[in-house]
């Protein structure tokens, strides 16, 4: 199994690595169909923006117009006068159809053949019915003889004998139509005698020139008017005219839209490169755990292996009974210890590797301080000193009326790893071992000094990693697994504690051991 794990890794991250670079060809690709989707989007937008402007500009040119007529235009003339102000450019010419008469100004008289009969046909219909459908020559019997005179054959009333021709309400308002390419915007008026009406003509084109630059200042580049069949046919509220956007627009944004397209495109190889090399750290986490297994075989090996070789040469020359009594004691005091020391090796195994699968004890002792820790503290001192420890307490006097809840096993272990390091390190005849209790707010602080030569500053940056030793220690010199403090502050943390290296120098080592205080 420990084979395939690798093969079964560098499989799933090749997995990774073609779908990564699938997504950076799919992205790649993709930036022309979105660009072509953001174009018909942005498009359709801009359109739809400036419509409402078009329509005010529209409206305000032709308004501009039809006030130069006036109320309405003169009836009392054969041909009407230019307005005062003149016509727009997109204004053909001005016309005013009353008693079967078309009249045009002299400056206009060319529409009478620059424009379809069928336009001056419908003028009269339209006044009569607005927005009514376009009269077909084809389906209207109707008579036009010449192109200077048109006779209708529509019986159209005449004012009453002796009165002239005037308007008898206000005109309506000015409404459009067209027919074949011609525009007109032209009104009613109500007369005493037919229906009379006036208007333009308008130059589709000229008057687009007027609003093409509303859409191309919107970012439509090529936007074009289209003259349609009727105003239903349109986009402009009421008037027979599309506006189209054209094909091109100005894209906003369009080169952070790449930048951002590129980004994702880099994304996707730079996953692929963080899959590989979160690879090789899954094969280089497994190799450091395999050393460190290695080294925890090893150092565990060579633990047990002093305490066996003891207790089987003891043992056999026990075994024979040719000892005196003194040194028979001597043995049994030896074997005594090297059990204990042995017990102690087996029991941190155990415990860290419980912390190391998630596991804790659960058990919770609750007392008052000054009661059930004097006791921890005498219970271990007795042990300690079998094995030449001398350990000195003192509790501070407020926690005599402090309780604290927490799990005295673990308390106590992490005390007789600090304390066998004490004298597992000790370079005097006598190590000592002085444990202070003291209050901080809500904690309790039981700070753990020795007398050894305290720990290099190069060893305490690693100094609660498991395995982790020092070079005297690794030279051989000092018994034990480097698992002592890391287990300690693992049993701590899984105490809702803590334990850290307060000070280390020449005359010794400080940690501090903070428990919550119960309620």
């Known amino acids: 199994m420990k084979k395939k794990a690798p093969i079964v890794l560098i499989l799933i991250a090749l997995v990774v690595v073609f779908a990564a670079i699938w997504q950076a060809h799919e992205v790649t690709t993709?930036?022309?169909?979105?660009?072509e989707i953001d174009r018909r989007t942005q498009t359709e937008r801009l359109l739809a923006l400036s419509l409402?402007?078009?329509?005010?500009?529209?409206?305000?040119?032709?308004?501009?117009?039809?006030?130069?007529?006036?109320?309405?235009?003169?009836?009392?003339?054969?041909?009407?006068?230019?307005?005062?102000?003149?016509?727009?450019?997109?204004?053909?010419?001005?016309?005013?159809?009353?008693?079967?008469?078309?009249?045009?100004?002299?400056?206009?008289?060319?529409?009478?053949?620059?424009?379809?009969?069928?336009?001056?046909?419908?003028?009269?219909?339209?006044?009569?019915?607005?927005?009514?459908?376009i009269l077909d020559p084809e389906k209207v019997q109707q008579e036009v003889s010449g192109v200077n005179t048109m006779k209708i054959s529509i019986a159209e009333p005449t004012p009453p004998k002796g009165?002239?021709?005037?308007?008898?309400?206000?005109?309506?308002?000015?409404?459009?139509?067209?027919?074949?390419?011609?525009?007109?915007?032209?009104?009613?008026?109500?007369?005493?005698?037919?229906?009379?009406?006036d208007g333009f003509i308008i130059d589709t084109q000229k008057l687009a020139t007027h609003l093409t630059p509303i859409l191309q200042k919107n970012g439509l580049k090529t936007p074009y008017v289209e003259l349609v069949a009727d105003a239903k046919q349109g986009n402009i509220s009421g008037f027979p005219l599309r506006v189209h956007s054209g094909q091109d627009v100005v894209l906003p944004n369009i080169e952070e839209r790449s930048q951002a397209l590129r980004g994702t495109i880099a994304a996707s190889w730079l996953m692929s490169l963080l899959t590989i090399a979160a690879l090789f750290g899954i094969l280089a986490f497994y190799t450091r755990l395999e050393r460190r297994r290695s080294d925890f075989v090893s150092a565990v090996t060579h633990e047990l292996?002093?305490?066996?070789?003891?207790?089987?040469?003891?043992?056999?020359?026990?075994?024979?009974?040719?000892?005196?009594?003194?040194?028979?004691?001597?043995?049994?005091?030896?074997?005594?210890?090297?059990?204990?020391?042995l017990g102690h090796l087996v029991e941190n195994v155990l415990a860290f590797a419980k912390l190391t699968r998630g596991k804790v004890?659960?058990?919770?002792?609750?007392?008052?301080?000054?009661?059930?820790?004097?006791?921890?503290?005498?219970?271990?001192?007795?042990?300690?000193?079998?094995?030449?420890?001398?350990?000195r307490y003192s509790l501070d006097s407020r926690l005599q009326l402090l309780s604290i809840r927490t799990d005295l096993l673990s308390v106590e272990q992490i005390l007789l790893n600090l304390a066998d390091n004490a004298a597992k390190y000790a370079e005097t005849n006598k190590p000592c071992v002085t444990i202070n209790v003291l209050q901080a707010h809500r904690t309790l602080c039981i700070r753990v000094s020795d007398n050894g030569p305290g720990i290099p500053q190069s060893v305490q940056q690693?100094?609660?990693?498991?395995?982790?030793?020092?070079?005297?220690?690794?030279?051989?010199?000092?018994?034990?697994?480097?698992?002592?403090?890391?287990?300690?502050?693992?049993?701590?943390?899984?105490?809702?504690?803590?334990?850290?290296l307060e000070r280390s120098n020449e005359k010794g080592s400080t940690f501090i051991l903070s428990l919550p205080l119960g309620e």
């Not at 159809?97 to 078309?102: D, G, I, K, P, S």
């Not at 139509?177 to 229906?195: C, E, H, P, Q």
């Not at 070789?309 to 040719?322: D, H, I, P, Q, V």
């Not at 919770?364 to 001398?390: H, N, T, W, Y």
Request: proline share 7%; glycine share 8%.
């Open 305 to 341: 292996r002093t305490p066996l070789t003891s207790f089987t040469l003891y043992a056999e020359m026990l075994k024979n009974g040719n000892l005196p009594p003194e040194i028979m004691k001597e043995y049994h005091e030896t074997l005594y210890n090297e059990s204990l020391r």
């Open 30 to 35: 993709l930036e022309n169909k979105l660009l």
């Open 462 to 500: 690693s100094l609660f990693r498991p395995f982790s030793r020092s070079a005297k220690a690794e030279s051989g010199r000092k018994p034990g697994v480097g698992l002592g403090l890391a287990l300690s502050r693992d049993l701590a943390r899984s105490i809702s504690g803590d334990l850290v």
């Open 52 to 133: 409402p402007e078009v329509q005010d500009k529209l409206q305000a040119l032709l308004n501009a117009e039809g006030d130069k007529m006036g109320r309405h235009l003169p009836f009392d003339t054969a041909s009407i006068p230019m307005p005062a102000a003149g016509k727009a450019d997109f204004n053909k010419g001005f016309f005013l159809h009353a008693e079967n008469r078309l009249r045009l100004t002299q400056e206009d008289e060319a529409l009478r053949t620059g424009i379809p009969a069928v336009i001056w046909l419908n003028v009269p219909q339209q006044a009569k019915f607005p927005h009514s459908s």
């Open 361 to 391: 004890r659960g058990r919770q002792d609750s007392g008052p301080c000054g009661k059930i820790l004097p006791a921890l503290f005498e219970k271990m001192k007795e042990r300690l000193e079998k094995d030449g420890v001398e350990l």
């Open 163 to 197: 009165e002239a021709l005037r308007a008898t309400e206000p005109p309506s308002d000015f409404f459009a139509w067209s027919y074949k390419g011609t525009l007109v915007y032209m009104r009613s008026i109500r007369t005493n005698g037919a229906t009379a009406a």
